[in-house]
DNA sequence: GACAGAATAGTACGGTCGTACTATTCTTGT
DNA sequence: ACAAGAATAGTACGACCGTACTATTCTGTC
């Protein structure tokens, strides 16, 4: 069997943990509650994973490939160069905008709440923002050298600038829920990339 | 006596609630860490407040003069206009560059920590932080009818996009321990703010 | 300087947390 | 079909949580 029961499981449980933890944050989530959740008991959810900790990197981690699923992967059939910029921010955009996870982007929710605690799950979402961030800094520069963005800016300052709005959008539309920080954030988006034709 | 004792303790007690809200949140923030920090009794600070979320609530309270003393006022002495709507960002961005909180800006940490949890304390997060955002519109609008930005573009939007500069700034920040982005969001303001003068 | 009331401390309680440890039920390969 | 082991449940424990209630100490007023 490819996937034996305890993995599927085990997966289901982290489906609820991330979802949960986008609403209520990853440590707030206690292991009686994902129990309840799940229909589990405390002890038999507990026994997939041996501590919290394991238990908060492994929803890091499948936070982590669904965000992979849902904005890199689709934007890899985009042509390189400004199609592509494009195509990430637009999934970045409509990966908060559908909700994919209930309290939005998970990254911007655990980010701010493990700034300041170190350790691996720390680490971990530090790395994958990293690597986001450095992924579309890299699609820039494809665009740059493609001809299609002006050569002279900083690939990592426009980076800086598209990810800031695609954050906000998702920032405000859980304080406010007014979609039009989507379209406001998309807009911006497309005006600085059209500033920035050579 | 203009300021009575207890009245002193509870502003020096708010102070350390505020500045540990914001690196473990507001309410993992239990009320026997804070004792412990402030060197008082469990029941002594209790007695201050008379619940936890009261405790919370003057907590945001205390934050919320804080930021409009370390940014609006000092802000209100430019003249109106493009040179108000600069010093506000710059304001913004200093105040979570020289970790007035330690960790970073106390609304911006909360935001995503309340997000998903209705109550008092939620709503008065969001009305602060949508007060500062329609005071940044507003600023905006000032600088058009002076004549100094393009009256065609929306206020609302270009507010957006400042103040996204600024967010990004201060949670990449948190998360890197860069400096350099303070510089990014600081010049992505100013050319942004160049790029709309008539 | 004593008295009233504010400020602070002490103690206790029920609830939930993470996590051992043990017991039971279910899956799966033969 | 049955043994072996994986998966799940049951129970217990110490720690800390928010909060009541009571006791003590301190402050400011006459």
Redesign the interface.
């Known amino acids: 069997m490819l996937e034996t029961k305890g993995q599927r499981t085990r997966n289901s449980i982290l489906e609820a943990a991330a979802a949960v933890a ?4 990853l ?2 989530l206690s292991i009686g509650r994902l129990a309840e959740a799940t229909g589990m008991s405390k002890s038999g959810l507990f026994a997939h994973f041996g501590s919290k900790e394991e238990l908060q990197l492994a929803t890091v981690e499948y936070a982590a490939a669904l965000f992979v699923a849902e904005v890199i992967d689709p934007a890899r059939t985009a042509p390189k160069g400004l199609a592509r910029i494009w195509s990430l921010c637009d999934h970045m955009i409509g990966y908060a905008e559908r909700q994919v996870f ?3 982007c998970f990254f ?2 655990t ?3 493990f ?3 170190p350790g691996p799950v720390r680490d971990r ?2 790395e994958m ?2 690597s986001w961030l450095s992924y579309l800094e890299h699609a820039v520069e494809q665009a740059q050298e493609a001809g299609e963005l002006d050569p002279n800016a900083s690939a ?2 426009i980076a ?2 598209l ?3 695609a ?2 959008s998702n ?2 539309y ?3 829920r007014d979609p039009q ?1 989507f379209d ?2 998309r ?2 988006i497309q005006e600085r990339l059209e ?1 920035l034709r050579p």
Chains 1, 2 share one sequence.
């Not at 986008?22 to 944050?25: D, L, P």
Request: charged share 30%; hydrophobic share 35%.
């Open positions: 986008t609403e209520e944050g440590d707030p209930p309290g939005g911007a929710a980010s701010f709440e700034n300041n605690r979402i530090e923002i990293r990592r300052e800086f600038q990810d800031a709005f954050q906000a920032a405000q859980q304080l406010f920080v406001d954030a807009r911006a500033s």
